[in-house]
Each structure stands twice: as structure tokens, then as C-alpha cells.
């Protein structure tokens, strides 16, 4: 059975930085492209970055502009969101997800129960 555990989520001032961890329970890694996805109140879940099985290659979507940078290292069994230069836009429930059509972004199956990234001061 694959779990997903996230962590990292926090509040944090404008301007400032996060690093999101997920840990892929039950399975191997680098089985699965992964993603990071986010919610945030009252709005759809939406995609935010994926990562190859090898991690050779990553895409993210345009609100990132450079701010934020997805990560995975297999032999951890860990992927990760380093999230530079935050707004209070940004604040979501942050979710990681496994198994995703990086291309297309359309997620897979397997999702993490979340971590809230609180932007404000």
C-alpha cells in the first residue's frame, strides 16, 4: 500500500522561505513521477510542480516564476519543494502526489494528506 506523507508546512512572513518534504511509504520511489499540488480555501486543487522517476527532469507551473524548486532524492524515498520568495497567494494546503502525468499534469493516484503553508504577517 503506497502512503504519502508531507511535512515542512508553516507560517511564514512575505518574503520568505519554505522547504516542503513528502516521503513515499510502501513502495519505491522512483517508480513513480511525482508532483506537488495546492489548494487554497474556497479554490480548486491545482498543480504546482512534477518531477521525473529519475529526477533528470521537472516542470512547473507559470505562477512559480523561478521561485520555486521541486527535488526528489530516491534513495531517501523523498521528494521536495524548496519555496523561495512567498506571497500570501501562495497560501494553500500543499499536497504531494504520486504517479503523475508530468506532461499533462493530470495527478495520480496516490496523495498525501497535506501540509498548510500560511503566508502572512
Known amino acids: 500500500q503506497v502512503r504519502l506523507v508531507e511535512s515542512g508546512g508553516e507560517l511564514v512572513q512575505p518574503g520568505g522561505s519554505l522547504r516542503l518534504s513528502c516521503v513515499v511509504l510502501?513502495?519505491?520511489?522512483?517508480?513513480?513521477?511525482m508532483a506537488w499540488f495546492r489548494q487554497a480555501p474556497g479554490k480548486e486543487r491545482e498543480f504546482v510542480a512534477a518531477i521525473s522517476r529519475s529526477g533528470s527532469y521537472s516542470n512547473d507551473a507559470d505562477f512559480v516564476k523561478g521561485r520555486f524548486i521541486i527535488s526528489r532524492d530516491n534513495d531517501k524515498n523523498m521528494m521536495y519543494l524548496e519555496m523561495n520568495s512567498l506571497n500570501p497567494v501562495d497560501t494553500a494546503v500543499y499536497y504531494c502526489n504520486a504517479g503523475v502525468t508530468r506532461l499533462t499534469k493530470q495527478p495520480g493516484p496516490y496523495w498525501g494528506q497535506g501540509t498548510q503553508v500560511t503566508v502572512s504577517s
Open positions: 510502501g513502495a519505491t520511489s522512483s517508480r513513480f513521477d
